[in-house]
């Protein structure tokens, strides 16, 4: 996290306000559970992506781990990059070990799974798209509109988690149902919407 898209997260998630986000990162920070949470870096130190690479792959499985460390890059004009990004101290320190209050351990526990989540794999969908050409029916079908119509869905599976594992994001899951290239369907019920 940057300075700012914490903010932005943690009201998205828990509506706290800039200034209190703010006031929980300081606890944090004093208490050394967080890097210095004024910054505008994306920058990640070597020994934070080594010690996350070892935990990753000791709790969760090598295939959680993409092979390679993730580094970002700020892309902002002008930003202070002389800290790193805001991060746990140490990955290891997950949000069940700590004794925080609750606005804590809110916050704490959206840093850590971000940072986690930032250098696991990715998550892995199987996506469908089926296009039904159609031509309008009878009924319906009026002098020089014979034309044909392409409907379309699309739909997607999750088929490995990767960072979802750990940082939930909203996806829905839609499986269609098994069709054969120029596949003749039958129509049950046309529906305009």
Same mark, same amino acid.
């Given at each position: 996290?940057?300075?700012?898209?914490?903010?932005?997260?943690?009201?998205?998630?828990?509506?706290?306000?800039?200034?209190?986000?703010?006031?929980?990162?300081?606890?944090?920070?004093?208490?050394?559970?967080?890097?210095?949470?004024?910054?505008?870096?994306?920058?990640?130190?070597?020994?934070?992506?080594?010690?996350?690479?070892?935990?990753?792959? $000791? #709790?969760y499985g090598k295939e959680y781990w993409p092979s390679f460390l993730r580094k !970002?890059?700020?892309? /902002?004009? @002008?930003?202070?990059?002389?800290?790193?990004?805001?991060?746990?101290?140490?990955?290891?320190?997950?949000?069940?070990?700590?004794k925080l209050d609750s606005q804590q351990a809110k916050l704490y526990d959206l840093i850590w799974r971000r940072f986690?989540?930032?250098?696991?794999?990715?998550?892995?969908?199987?996506?469908?798209?089926?296009?039904?050409?159609? $031509? #309008?029916?009878?009924?319906?079908?009026?002098?020089?509109?014979?034309?044909? !119509?392409?409907?379309? /869905?699309? @739909?997607?599976?999750?088929?490995?988690?990767?960072?979802?594992?750990?940082?939930?994001?909203?996806?829905?899951?839609?499986?269609?149902?098994?069709?054969?290239?120029?596949?003749?369907?039958?129509?049950?019920?046309?529906?305009?919407?």
């Amino acid at each position: 996290f940057t300075t700012s898209t914490l903010q932005q997260t943690a009201w998205q998630k828990f509506r706290f306000s800039a200034k209190l986000t703010m006031r929980i990162a300081q606890q944090l920070y004093e208490t050394g559970k967080i890097t210095y949470h004024r910054t505008d870096s994306l920058n990640l130190s070597n020994l934070s992506l080594f010690a996350t690479k070892k935990f990753i792959v $000791k #709790n969760y499985g090598k295939e959680y781990w993409p092979s390679f460390l993730r580094k !970002y890059k700020t892309k /902002t004009k @002008g930003a202070q990059e002389a800290h790193e990004a805001i991060r746990p101290t140490y990955p290891d320190k997950t949000p069940d070990k700590l004794k925080l209050d609750s606005q804590q351990a809110k916050l704490y526990d959206l840093i850590w799974r971000r940072f986690i989540a930032c250098q696991m794999s990715q998550a892995v969908f199987d996506a469908t798209t089926i296009d039904i050409s159609a $031509k #309008n029916p009878a009924p319906y079908r009026t002098e020089g509109s014979g034309a044909w !119509y392409t409907f379309r /869905t699309t @739909g997607q599976v999750l088929k490995f988690d990767g960072f979802l594992k750990i940082y939930q994001m909203k996806f829905e899951e839609i499986e269609l149902p098994a069709l054969e290239k120029n596949e003749t369907l039958e129509l049950i019920k046309l529906i305009p919407s």
